[in-house]
């Protein structure tokens, strides 16, 4: 069966303080790892899809990368607004149902 | 292009009634889901379809039917609530690869 843990379940930075958001899988036949963003009392929004370790993809201050048993999600001189709660994501071989993390609720400190 | 679309956003039940919660998407997406999320339990899945015509069941089904009669359309049913029922229900739909789900923004639902 399909895993995701999410560490830490909870982040707090202060503005401009770098810090990463750990995913760490069991999959059988991964076909996509996905990354989501959700804001309060709204559905999660989709950020990033990595396919094979050693990918890396990147959005603004985010940076999603992949290994083989993890992805970490680095973000760079956050601001307040990246505050949310990121969501980690694995589809494999049970085509079209992925298996969710609990997520990581980041806070951004102004 | 509206992505997904919920209705209602808001709903209060009264314990043993009914409803159906709406779910419709204008992408073409083989693929839909209804998840509960839960404070600190993340999202569970309740069923999901893998094309028009097909249901199959999630982690957390029981109380729960659905339906997918049109592509386009995937129904969650409550037939007989219970307060457990109150939570926040997403749908999602997805292509099967390439970009991950879209959400819809949600239905909060309270039974009392």
């Known amino acids: 069966e399909d895993q995701v843990t999410q560490s830490p379940e909870a982040l707090r930075l202060q503005e401009g303080e770098s810090s990463s958001l750990n995913c760490s899988y069991t999959?059988?036949?991964?076909?996509?790892l996905f990354w989501y963003r959700q804001d309060p009392g709204k559905g999660p929004e989709f950020l990033f899809t990595?396919?094979?370790a050693g990918e890396e993809k990147e959005k603004e201050r985010l940076k999603a990368t992949l290994t083989k048993k993890e992805s970490f999600l680095h973000i760079t001189a956050p601001k307040p607004e990246d505050s949310a709660t990121y969501l980690c994501?694995?589809?494999?071989?049970?085509?079209?149902?992925?298996?969710f993390g609990d997520g990581t609720t980041l806070t951004v400190k102004p | 292009n509206a992505g997904v679309t919920q209705t209602p956003k808001f709903r209060v039940l009264k314990t043993g009634q009914s409803m159906t919660l709406l779910c419709a998407q204008d992408?073409?997406?083989?693929?839909m889901y209804w998840y509960r999320q839960d404070p600190g339990m993340g999202l569970r899945l309740i069923h999901y379809?893998?094309?028009?015509?097909?249901?199959a069941k999630g982690e957390v089904p029981d109380g729960y039917n659905v339906s997918r009669l049109k592509k386009q359309n995937f129904l969650l049913g409550l037939e007989s609530a219970a307060p457990s029922q109150t939570s926040v229900y997403f749908c999602?739909?997805?292509?099967?690869?390439?970009?991950?789900?879209?959400f819809g923004s949600g239905t909060r639902l309270t039974v009392v």
């Open positions: 379809s893998v094309g028009e015509g097909t249901t």
């Open positions: 992408m073409n997406h083989e693929y």
């Open positions: 994501a694995v589809l494999g071989t049970n085509a079209g149902k992925s298996t």
């Open positions: 990595l396919y094979s």
């Open positions: 999602a739909s997805f292509t099967g690869n390439g970009m991950g789900y879209t």
């Open positions: 999959v059988s036949g991964l076909r996509g």
